[in-house]
T-cell receptor
Framework: DGGITQSPKYLFRKEGQNVTLSCEQN?????MYWYRQDPGQGLRLIYY???????QKGDIAEGYSVSREKKESFPLTVTSAQKNPTAFYLC?????????????FGDGTRLSIL | KNQVEQSPQSLIILEGKNCTLQ??????????LRWYKQDTGRGPVSLTI?????NTKSNGRYTATLDADTKQSSLHITASQLSDSASYIC?????????????FGTGTRLKVLA
């Protein structure tokens, strides 16, 4: 079955530590996205990438970094500069930004501070 | 400012009853509107997507409506089931310089009781 796989499902970060969240898709989608979900708030865009080796900052990119070396992979690193990293992180993909394209989401990674 | 507002914030209904969730948006220019279902601890799953010219779309017991003039959408759930318990998220997309942007509502949390 095609889909998006996020790992790990739960992740704990210590002070001053960088952590990397994995996102892999086998849908052959060009575009990939990272969102952050906090209680009582809508999803907020961290980074997105429309093609390999290219990515753009979203609305809340500070303290995060990404890479897009392969079409199927879009890992997100939460750096020590992100002072409030506790959240539910969702990765999504779509064939390409288009009028009627639906984003497909992974099942998320919940990040907490130790 | 582009915004998507959903109401109610939460809703409790008995199994077998119908319910309607609301979504009002102030997004311009409008591209399309999507409804997602998000189970607790999972990623959102697409229910419907509607463009400007569509005013109703069904997916099983889910029926979405769109009034582009008043910038309102609703999601009607018929004969609710326990498995309908989830958050329902309205997302409106817009374009800026050829790039699509997705504006997420904060969701309506639905609880269906036996």
């Amino acid at each position: 079955d095609g889909g998006i796989t996020q790992s790990p499902k739960y992740l704990f970060r210590k002070e001053g530590q960088n952590v990397t969240l994995s996102c892999e898709q086998n849908l052959n989608h060009d575009a990939m996205y990272w969102y952050r979900q906090d209680p009582g708030q809508g999803l907020r865009l961290i980074y997105y990438s429309q093609i390999v080796n290219d990515f753009q900052k979203g609305d809340i990119a500070e303290g995060y970094s990404v890479s897009r070396e392969k079409k199927e992979s879009f890992p997100l690193t939460v750096t020590s500069a992100q002072k409030n990293p506790t959240a539910f992180y969702l990765c999504a993909s779509s064939p390409r930004d288009s009028t009627i394209v639906t984003q497909h989401f992974g099942d998320g990674t919940r990040l907490s501070i130790l | 400012k582009n915004q998507v507002e959903q109401s109610p914030q939460s809703l409790i209904i008995l199994e077998g009853k119908n319910c309607t969730l609301q979504c009002n948006y102030t997004v311009s220019p409008f591209s399309n509107l999507r409804w997602y279902k998000q189970d607790t601890g999972r990623g959102p799953v697409s229910l419907t997507i509607m463009t400007f010219s569509e005013n109703t779309k069904s997916n099983g017991r889910y029926t979405a409506t769109l009034d582009a003039d008043t910038k309102q959408s609703s999601l009607h759930i018929t004969a609710s089931q326990l498995s309908d318990s989830a958050s329902y998220i309205c997302v409106v997309s817009t374009t800026t310089s050829g790039t699509y942007k997705y504006i997420f509502g904060t969701g309506t949390r639905l609880k269906v009781l036996a």
